[in-house]
C-alpha cells in the first residue's frame, strides 16, 4: 500500500529564512510519481510540481526548490527566503502510474502548516 | 477558463438528512475526481471519472455514497442518511488526459457539517 509521511506539523519561520519541508513515501511500485500541493487560507489546492521516479534530478523554481532522492525515498520542499504570503499547509502526494494514468488517485501527507512571520 | 466550481460551498444538515454536491469542472477536462479532507488531514481519493465512466471508487465510499457525471461535464456527488462522521470538506478537481504535469486542479470545496 502507499504511504506519504509528513512528520512535521507545524513550522514557524521568520520572513526570509530558509525553510525545507520533509516528505518520506512508501510504495511497491517501481513506477510512481510524487507531488506538491499548496493550500492556502481560502482552501483551493494548488499544485507546484510532479516528479516521475525515473527522475531523480533536483529541481529549482524561483525560491522554490525540490530534493528527491530514491536511495531515502524522500521528496523534500525547500523555501528559500520565505514570505508572508507562503504561509499556508503544504501537501505531499504519490501516485501509481497504474492504466488510468499517472493522475489518477493520489495519495495525500498529512500536510505541514507553515507559517512566515513578518 | 473560470477553474473547477463546486456547490454549495457550505451545507448544514441533520444526521439523517440526504445532501448532494455539485462540481463543473475545467469545461475541456474529461477527468474528474472526488477527494474528502477532514481537519488536519490530507485530501483522500473517493472516486475518479473518465468522461461519463466511473473508474474507480475508493473503499471509503459507502453505499450511502453515489457520484455521477452522467454527460461527462458536471458531476454530483450524493449522501444518502448523512452521518456526523461525514462532516467534511469535499474536494472536486479535474485534469484532461494527457497532459505531463499530472497536474490535477481543484475547487475550493464544499463543507459539510452534520448536526
Known amino acids: 500500500a502507499q504511504k506519504v509521511t509528513q512528520a512535521q506539523t507545524e513550522i514557524s519561520v521568520v520572513e526570509k529564512e530558509d525553510v525545507t519541508l520533509d516528505c518520506v513515501y512508501e510504495?511497491?511500485?517501481?513506477?510512481?510519481?510524487l507531488f506538491w500541493y499548496k493550500q492556502p487560507p481560502s482552501g483551493e489546492l494548488v499544485f507546484l510540481i510532479r516528479?516521475?521516479?525515473?527522475?531523480?534530478q533536483n529541481e529549482i523554481s524561483g525560491r522554490y526548490s525540490w530534493n528527491f532522492q530514491k536511495s531515502t525515498s524522500s521528496f523534500n520542499f525547500t523555501i528559500t527566503a520565505s514570505q508572508v504570503v507562503d504561509s499556508a499547509v503544504y501537501f505531499c502526494?504519490?501516485?501509481?502510474?497504474?492504466?488510468?494514468?499517472?493522475?489518477?488517485?493520489?495519495?495525500f501527507g498529512k500536510g505541514i502548516t507553515l507559517s512566515v512571520r513578518p | 477558463d473560470t477553474g473547477v466550481s463546486q456547490n454549495p460551498r457550505h451545507k448544514i444538515t441533520k444526521r439523517g438528512q440526504n445532501v448532494t454536491f455539485r462540481c463543473d469542472p475545467i469545461?475541456?477536462?474529461?477527468?474528474l475526481y472526488w477527494y474528502r479532507q477532514t481537519l488536519g488531514q490530507g485530501p483522500e481519493f473517493l472516486t475518479y471519472?473518465?468522461?461519463?465512466?466511473?473508474?474507480?471508487k475508493s473503499r471509503l465510499l459507502s453505499d450511502r455514497f453515489s457520484a455521477e457525471r452522467p454527460k461527462g461535464s458536471f458531476s454530483t456527488l450524493e449522501i444518502q442518511r448523512t452521518e456526523q462522521g461525514d462532516s467534511a470538506m469535499y474536494l472536486c478537481a479535474s485534469s484532461l488526459q494527457g497532459t505531463n504535469t499530472g497536474e490535477l486542479f481543484f475547487g475550493e470545496g464544499s463543507r459539510l457539517t452534520v448536526l
Open positions: 516528479r516521475n521516479s525515473f527522475d531523480e
Open positions: 471519472f473518465q468522461n461519463e465512466a466511473q473508474l474507480e
Open positions: 502526494a504519490l501516485s501509481e502510474a497504474g492504466y488510468t494514468g499517472a493522475n489518477s488517485k493520489l495519495t
Open positions: 510504495t511497491r511500485d517501481t513506477t510512481y510519481y
Open positions: 469545461s475541456e477536462h474529461n477527468r
